[in-house]
């Protein structure tokens, strides 16, 4: 009851904070700044290991550097997802401009679906608007919360302008459905977050052994759906900017290794030309690397 209690009480201060000018949404993400990073010092050993691992070629002062506008980013994006909910298309249309929609709708004029590889990069919530510049019908694979409630509400606000939210679990079935429908769909994957410790893809990425779901490149290969980039990159606080870069009209003529690599590739690319807008406190490397990974 209290966890319950808990949960609105926090939505209802989300839609609150949701009403605020930018401005001053981004006067409290100063202040929280100086909360989390210099007070708090939230998750600063996890965020210096990961990069120092990952940049072992900079000095202490340029990672350091980096710490430090990677936690201004952090609280930027905290409050630029409170405002999400209050956002209209045309406004996030303006703050994340999509440069080649037609990139996209050419597929869908061929009759195909495709499958978009994207990352926890940049907002990535504020590309909820996709389904109104494109053809397809989108389908945004994400991974359940615990609580119920609120993953209902984040649903609720991702799905606003026509995407479907679908769970990993369920993602095959959906496309199985769309393929008997005869749909063309967009099936959008966040590909870079952190399998279950017994996956069996391991590869190098930003200088480590690290572990990837396979899933997207099994699907990919499956129903012989085209695979695509998204890249965004932040062109100032709170302007973002994506494009799509086309990996592999049909998938079926590589190997499943050979799509993940190269969208690791081009993750590595994104990250390195502006590292401070990944997610850097996460514990993306907490499993030890367990040996050379399976053969495919």
């Known amino acids: 009851m209290v966890s319950r209690i808990a949960t ?4 209802g201060a989300m839609k609150l904070f949701s009403r605020l000018p930018m401005a001053v949404l981004y006067l409290i993400s100063d202040i929280l700044f100086r909360m989390v990073y210099t007070v708090a010092g939230y998750r600063r050993s996890v965020t210096r290991r990961n990069l120092e691992r990952s940049f ?14 990677y936690y201004r980013y ?3 994006i905290m409050a630029e997802s409170m405002k999400t909910g209050a956002m209209t298309g045309e406004q996030l249309s303006e703050r994340m401009v999509f440069r080649n929609p037609e990139v996209v709708n050419r597929f869908y004029e061929e009759g195909k679906s495709v499958i978009i590889l994207a990352m926890h ?16 019908h989108c389908y945004f694979v994400y991974k359940p919360l615990s ?9 609720r606000l991702r799905a606003r302008f026509g995407g479907e939210t679908v769970s990993m679990s369920l993602v095959l079935r959906k496309l199985l459905e769309a393929e008997r429908r005869g749909e063309r769909v967009l099936t959008w994957l966040a590909a870079d977050q952190a399998p279950p410790w017994n996956h069996p893809f391991w590869t190098t990425f930003l200088n480590q052994e690290t572990i990837f779901f396979n899933g997207p490149a099994k699907l990919a290969r499956r129903f012989g759906h085209p695979v695509l980039f998204q890249r965004v990159r932040r062109i100032s606080r709170g302007r973002y900017e994506t ?4 990996l592999f009209e049909d998938p079926r003529e590589v190997p499943e290794e050979t799509i993940i690599k190269n969208y690791i590739a081009k993750a590595e690319e994104v990250i390195r030309e502006d590292p401070c807008c990944y997610l850097w406190s996460h514990k993306r490397w907490k499993y030890p690397y367990r ?6």
């Open 291 to 296: 040996g050379a990974p399976p053969s495919y």
């Open 121 to 136: 990069y940049g907002n990535w919530e504020w590309l909820l608007h996709m389904p109104l510049l494109l053809r397809h």
């Open 8 to 11: 609105y009480a926090a939505i």
């Open 147 to 155: 609580n119920p409630i609120f993953d209902r509400y984040l649903n």
């Open 243 to 246: 494009w799509f870069e086309v």
């Open 56 to 69: 072992p070629e900079k000095t202490p002062g340029e990672r350091e550097q980096i710490a430090r506008n």
């Open 74 to 76: 952090l609280c930027d």
